[in-house]
């Protein structure tokens, strides 16, 4: 806008000139008339009367009048050609400069130009708007120095002095403004006109009040870090690629007995550590440079102090592109960790012990024989109570102790008594004790006897075990495999078992029977010594992919036995510990087979040899000729000739041979008669 109004005062500049210009040069004009008389006779001729002075300047002023009025006139024109331009231009400005508004005042930032008089003349940017004193209206013809004060106004007028010799500049600054300290980075450059002369600066300060607070943060727990870094116990180093020392913390120095100037920038070869580590150090170094993940390693350093023992954990420190560019190591003294794992250890021999016995119900007895421990599993087994649990004793007569078979259990046979007498554990003794309220139960009782310092039996811990449903089990086992056996031995067919060596674990009566070999001398022995040798043979390979595999298999199998030939349909089936095959007789079967097959060829064979007629033929009850489907007649000889296999060979019987030869007959009549 201010654009627009120079042009147009520069157009009424204009106009006022250009009338000076024509009164001026109308008064020379008038004076030369004047002078002349021009106008006067001009005047006289015209009016054809006299004309006086006054003629002649009122003819002058209308000259005048008239030359103004015309080019009042094209400038008027001029100018009304101009305006709706210039209303335009004004209105595509003032678009603009509320763009331009618009645009800075949506900012975050902090737009603002000053004069040479270091003055601001404009303010923008929506963060001043939230704060008091920083409206865009209080800034307009200030002054830092009126605005911040002489001390803050003096960084600003310093770096605004040096933009408007022509330099761009950039500075921070911090503001405290309601309750808060805000940070700013201010930059300014000079700014200049069309034709390149400064005529102020423009600047933009930036909001970094959240940067600046985090890098204080940052720096605060830096050093926060830095503190727990010196003060923590643990070993901490860096190492670059080339396995450099790059940091050590003081626990580095104190164990070591080394400053870290004696270790930034050195490798582990360079130190006066002993040579015999540096192989084990590098080598976990590079394969954590190498493959990138963390690892943990265990060693022990000599230091001033001794031999030491380090667990160390190796951790890569990646860049941007992924690449291990440092290795940083966590080392923790076990030393103390170590000699009391140690010290621990010994101690825990009676734990070990305890851990050694099964588990179930555990109770230790004192050298007086009373328990004076028992867990929880062991108070229901024994049927103690807690409060009397301590009361009672490893023989109390209210156990009423037996053995498995329910005979009475001599004191030597207890577990408690043999650990007394030999000093030795026991394992797995077992007994019965039958609860008050009639309940048996049956044990399986671990014993150990237990030492102090001094290698001195101080009491006998028991480990005890529930086995009444085991028994019960192994029973109903034994039961299960008598009707196995009974059953398999009712089977007619050959069954038999073996384990994984093909040794036989199980042999029917019907596999006695055709073999002839008892069930006490086949078990154990390899089975391949127990079949006829043709079958052995045939069989061992099935067996072994069986057995390999754990998949059935089936083979028939011929054997010649006790001078007759059997055929078997052997099934071999795994079992869990071996296998079970099945001898099934097809004998009778195999035979009746091989007869249906040489009767079918035998069949086949004769058929091949015979085409026969089938059907009603018919045939002339006077020449006998026979007649096909297509209504000809055909001879005999001719149509069979034609519908079987058969040949005809010609020869006459011996009515027709008398009947049509019977000259040949009457010869034959009459030789004997001349005999």
């Given at each position: 806008?201010?654009?627009?109004?120079?042009?147009?005062?520069?157009?009424?500049?204009?106009?006022?000139?250009?009338?000076?210009?024509?009164?001026?040069?109308?008064?020379?004009?008038?004076?030369?008339?004047s002078y002349y008389e021009i106008f006067s006779a001009i005047f006289r001729y015209a009016a054809d009367t006299s004309a006086t002075y006054v003629?002649?300047?009122?003819?002058?002023?209308?000259?005048?009048?008239?030359?103004?009025?015309?080019?009042?006139?094209?400038?008027?024109?001029?100018?009304?050609?101009?305006?709706?331009?210039?209303?335009?231009?004004?209105?595509?400005?003032?678009?603009?400069?509320?763009r331009f508004k618009s645009l800075v005042n949506s900012l975050d930032d902090v737009v603002f130009t000053l004069d040479k008089r270091l003055r601001y003349t404009a303010v923008y940017g929506r963060w001043v708007y939230g704060y008091e004193k920083l409206h865009p209206d209080a800034f307009i013809t200030k002054t830092p120095r009126e605005l911040f004060g002489a001390k803050?106004?003096?960084?600003?007028?310093?770096?605004?002095?040096?933009a408007l010799e022509g330099e761009s500049v950039s500075y921070e600054w911090s503001l405290q403004t309601n309750g808060e300290k805000h940070h700013f980075q201010i930059n300014v450059s000079p700014l200049r006109d069309e034709n390149g002369t400064i005529t102020g600066v423009v600047g933009v300060g930036h909001d970094i009040t959240e940067k600046k607070n985090f890098e204080n943060e940052f720096h605060r727990h830096e050093q926060e870090l830095r503190v727990l870094?010196?003060?923590?116990?643990?070993?901490?180093?860096?190492?670059?690629?080339?396995?450099?020392?790059?940091?050590?913390?003081?626990?580095?120095?104190?164990?070591?007995?080394?400053?870290?100037?004696?270790?930034?920038?050195?490798?582990?070869?360079?130190?006066?550590?002993?040579?015999?580590?540096?192989?084990?150090?590098?080598?976990?170094?590079?394969?954590?440079?190498?493959?990138?993940?963390?690892?943990t390693i265990e060693s022990e350093f000599p230091t001033p102090w001794g031999i030491k023992y380090f667990?160390?954990?190796?951790?890569?420190?990646?860049?941007?592109?992924?690449?291990?560019?440092?290795?940083?190591?966590?080392?923790?003294?076990?030393?103390?960790?170590?000699?009391?794992?140690?010290?621990?250890?010994?101690?825990?021999?009676?734990?070990?012990?305890?851990?050694?016995?099964?588990?179930?119900?555990?109770?230790?007895?004192?050298?007086?024989?009373?328990?004076?421990?028992?867990?929880?599993?062991?108070?229901?087994?024994?049927?103690?109570?807690?409060?009397?649990?301590?009361?009672?004793?490893y023989n109390d007569p209210a156990y009423k102790i037996s053995t498995v078979d329910g005979?009475?259990?001599?004191?030597?046979?207890?577990?408690?008594?043999?650990?007394?007498?030999?000093?030795?554990?026991?394992?797995?003794?077992?007994?019965?004790?039958?609860?008050?309220?009639?309940?048996?139960?049956?044990?399986?009782?671990?014993?150990?006897?237990l030492y102090d310092l001094n290698k001195k039996i101080t009491g006998i811990i028991t480990s005890i075990t529930d086995i009444s449903k085991l028994k019960e089990a192994e029973e109903a086992a034994r039961k299960n495999e008598q009707r196995f056996r009974d059953l398999a031995n009712s089977i007619s067919d050959v069954f038999f078992a073996v384990n994984a060596k093909l040794q036989c674990t199980y042999w029917n009566r019907a596999s006695e029977k055709i073999t002839g070999i008892p069930a006490r001398k086949a078990i154990a022995q390899d089975v391949t010594k127990l079949l006829p040798k043709s079958m052995a043979t045939e069989l061992t390979k099935p067996l072994t992919e069986s057995l390999k595999s754990q998949t059935t298999n089936n083979i028939v199998s011929k054997v010649k036995l006790k001078g007759h030939v059997y055929y078997f349909d052997i099934n071999i089936y795994p079992?869990?510990?071996?296998?079970?095959?099945?001898?099934?007789?097809?004998?009778?079967?195999?035979?009746?087979?091989?007869?249906?097959?040489?009767?079918?060829?035998?069949?086949?064979?004769?058929?091949?040899?015979?085409?026969?007629?089938?059907?009603?033929?018919?045939?002339?009850?006077?020449?006998?000729?026979?007649?096909?489907?297509?209504?000809y007649w055909h001879q005999v000889e001719a149509y069979i000739k034609e519908h079987s296999e058969a040949n005809f060979s010609h020869g006459v019987c011996p009515d027709c041979a008398q009947k049509h030869y019977p000259e040949y007959f009457k010869e034959t009549k009459e030789e004997p008669k001349s005999q």
């Open positions: 806008m201010d654009q627009d109004q120079k042009v147009t005062k520069s157009s009424q500049k204009r106009i006022l000139i250009d009338g000076l210009i024509i009164i001026f040069v109308g008064a020379i004009l008038l004076a030369v008339f003629d002649v300047i009122i003819t002058g002023i209308i000259v005048l009048a008239i030359g103004f009025g015309v080019f009042g006139i094209r400038r008027w024109m001029q100018l009304r050609q101009e305006l709706p331009k210039r209303e335009q231009s004004e209105r595509a400005l003032r678009i603009s400069e509320e803050e106004g003096a960084i600003h007028e310093k770096s605004i002095k040096r870094l010196e003060n923590t116990p643990d070993i901490i180093i860096r190492y670059d690629r080339q396995k450099r020392y790059i940091f050590a913390n003081r626990a580095f120095e104190n164990i070591f007995g080394l400053t870290r100037n004696q270790l930034i920038g050195k490798s582990q070869r360079e130190l006066s550590i002993p040579k015999e580590l540096t192989p084990f150090w590098d080598n976990s170094i590079d394969e954590v440079l190498l493959n990138g993940t963390t690892t667990q160390a954990q190796l951790v890569p420190e990646k860049n941007a592109e992924n690449i291990v560019e440092y290795v940083l190591v966590v080392a923790r003294d076990l030393t103390k960790h170590k000699r009391a794992e140690d010290d621990l250890r010994r101690s825990e021999e009676q734990l070990e012990r305890i851990l050694q016995t099964t588990p179930g119900g555990v109770t230790i007895i004192d050298l007086n024989g009373r328990i004076y421990f028992a867990n929880q599993t062991a108070e229901v087994i024994l049927g103690l109570e807690r409060k009397n649990a301590q009361e009672r004793y005979k009475p259990l001599q004191e030597k046979d207890l577990p408690y008594i043999q650990v007394m007498m030999t000093g030795q554990p026991v394992y797995g003794v077992e007994h019965a004790i039958e609860h008050p309220d009639g309940k048996r139960v049956i044990l399986s009782v671990n014993a150990a006897p079992a869990k510990h071996g296998l079970s095959v099945f001898f099934k007789d097809v004998s009778e079967r195999m035979y009746a087979e091989r007869e249906r097959e040489r009767l079918i060829k035998e069949l086949q064979d004769a058929l091949n040899k015979v085409k026969t007629l089938s059907g009603l033929l018919p045939i002339c009850a006077f020449c006998k000729n026979i007649r096909d489907d297509g209504g």
